[in-house]
């Protein structure tokens, strides 16, 4: 009995001292953001953390030790405000940055003004660590300060300018090329004139423009909050979605770590349609989905029809994310409103993803080496569906140039020259082979935040240096003078050894 006792003390006590209470906030409206929060949340939920999820998809599933908070009340004003999104292509580069920082504006106000996020902010809760994922919302850093715990953000793009600031990456333009550009790293020197361009631009937006509207709305919303800079530096840790099977490497600090991939879950079985359309297509199915922003149905009537005439040429049958009926479409073509895009991708009868580049469709069809046919739309899409390009496993056809031929001749393509497939297969080991799983990583990156309260020991100081100093400018002010002065005493030793005083030359004209 005694022993019993003993043991059920010690299984306790490991469960309570291993229990962590988490606050995990992905609190954008869209649907791939919360998949990304569910994935974590639930898998800390599953090994038996406390984790309260703030998302805008509450009550899906019951998880055991997962407790949500809702912002959904944030979807449909976010909804209308992102209806401009259609020309986002257009715009310049600094419009573009300009457009997403009011983005970040408008739904972080949002959120704050929730009723969940409210209660939660004057609730006596206690946590030992915040989640938060990172996307032009930088005043959210003040959930880690009132609850006086580590922080550590996800952040759902690879390192870039709009999020390397955090924890100090560097990005220099001589070999980093900028999101927005589909530069190879090796560099023309106009390319890189552009890119050292896009570079300080991007900086100065984001010193300039980006952290002083968040600190404003930080102090709107929180008057008593310190400045935004104490506490957005004081973060532990960036989990990047990034990955050396999908982008180039780039330099990082020691406390960011590529997690990509994480959030592909185990294959599931196939809903029983989906799966005999899958296994009856002897010559391979291609699947077709333009995720959750942009509807297919909102494609134009005319490309719609380039679309179909070119899928009724081809042998393989075509699997189509549409939400509404579609009565022309052909014999080989099948619609779903909705469909289990990564278990699909999963079955080996898929030769190809016509896609919009976006991060986790990407992630999924490099997971499961399916190439991939871009029609990228926005923001980070295009530099996603470029550099699948570069490295071989996709061809990209943009949407403004989208017929029949051109998507008849991108379609064959893709189906007919196996190079694509075999790289993809390619970049599918790269990306599962490594130690451990990247949803372990990310775990045990976490756990070890809060085992070492904070990690200082991998920060880098980089973050929370005025610019001056970063980029050595007050160094080289130094040196330059000390040249010029050099430079003066030797003219005038040397007018000097010349003969006469310096200056005669000049009193004689
Ligand atoms: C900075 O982070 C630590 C944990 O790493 C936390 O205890 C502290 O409260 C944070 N500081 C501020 C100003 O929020």
Not at 51 to 66: D, E, G, S
Not at 69 to 98: C, H, M, N
Not at 387 to 409: C, I, M, N, Q
Not at 429 to 447: R, S, T
């Amino acid at each position: 009995m005694k022993i019993l006792q003993t043991i059920l003390l010690i299984v306790c006590s490991i469960i309570i001292t291993d229990g962590l209470k988490i606050l995990s906030v992905f609190s954008y409206c869209a649907h791939s953001h919360y998949t990304l929060g569910y994935r974590l949340s639930k898998e800390l939920a599953d090994r038996g953390h406390e984790v309260t999820y703030v998302n805008c998809y509450p009550n899906q599933q019951q998880v055991k030790n997962l407790k949500e908070i809702s912002v959904a009340a944030v979807k449909k004003p976010l909804t209308e405000w992102t209806a401009q999104l259609k020309d986002f292509g257009e715009l310049s580069y600094l419009s573009q940055l300009e457009w997403i920082k009011n983005l970040g504006n408008f739904y972080t106000s949002k959120v704050f003004q929730t009723k969940g996020v409210k209660d939660l902010m004057n609730s006596n809760e206690e946590f030992d660590l915040v989640l938060l994922e990172h996307f032009v919302n930088d005043a959210m850093t003040i959930f880690h300060h009132r609850f006086k715990c580590p922080l550590v953000f996800l952040v759902p793009v690879p390192p870039a300018t709009l999020n390397n600031y955090l924890v100090g990456n560097e990005a220099p333009p001589s070999f980093v090329p900028n999101l927005l550009t589909d530069f190879d790293p090796k560099m023309t020197f106009w390319q890189r004139l552009q890119n050292t361009y896009l570079y300080y631009a991007g900086e100065l937006f984001v010193h300039f423009r980006l952290l002083p509207d968040q600190n404003s709305l930080l102090k709107e919303h929180f008057p008593d909050a310190p400045d935004l800079s104490t506490i957005l530096y004081n973060a532990s840790m960036v989990l990047s979605l990034s990955h050396s099977s999908l982008s180039d490497p780039v330099p990082l600090q020691p406390n960011t770590k590529p997690i990509a991939g994480y959030h592909v879950s185990p294959t599931k079985p196939l809903p029983k349609d989906i799966k005999k359309f899958l296994d009856e297509a002897e010559d391979g199915v291609v699947l077709f989905s333009m995720g959750s922003n942009l509807k297919s149905a909102n494609f134009e009537p005319k490309k719609r029809k380039a679309i179909l005439q070119a899928f009724s040429k081809i042998k393989q049958k075509v699997l189509w994310k549409f939400e509404t009926d579609l009565p022309e479409k052909p014999n080989n073509v099948m619609i779903m409103d909705w469909l289990p895009q990564a278990d699909v991708l999963a079955h080996p009868n898929v030769v190809a993803f016509i896609s919009h580049g976006g991060l986790l469709g990407t992630i999924e069809a490099v997971h499961h080496g399916v190439p991939i046919f871009g029609i990228p739309v926005f923001w980070d899409q295009m530099k996603n569906i470029e550099d699948a390009t570069r490295k071989g496993f996709a061809v990209r056809l943009d949407l403004k140039h989208l017929d029949e031929e051109s998507f008849d001749k991108t379609l064959n393509e893709i189906l007919d020259n196996p190079s694509y497939r075999k790289n993809a297969k390619e970049r599918s080991k790269v990306m599962q082979d490594q130690p451990v799983h990247q949803l372990d990583e990310a775990v045990f990156w976490i756990e070890y935040v809060v085992r070492h309260n904070g990690a200082p020991h991998l920060k880098s100081v980089a973050a929370t240096l005025p610019w001056y100093k970063r980029y050595s400018v007050d160094i080289i002010a130094f040196i330059s003078l000390n040249i010029g002065v050099i430079l003066l005493f030797i003219r005038f030793v040397v007018k000097l050894l010349k003969g006469g005083k310096p200056g005669n030359k000049l009193k004689k004209k």
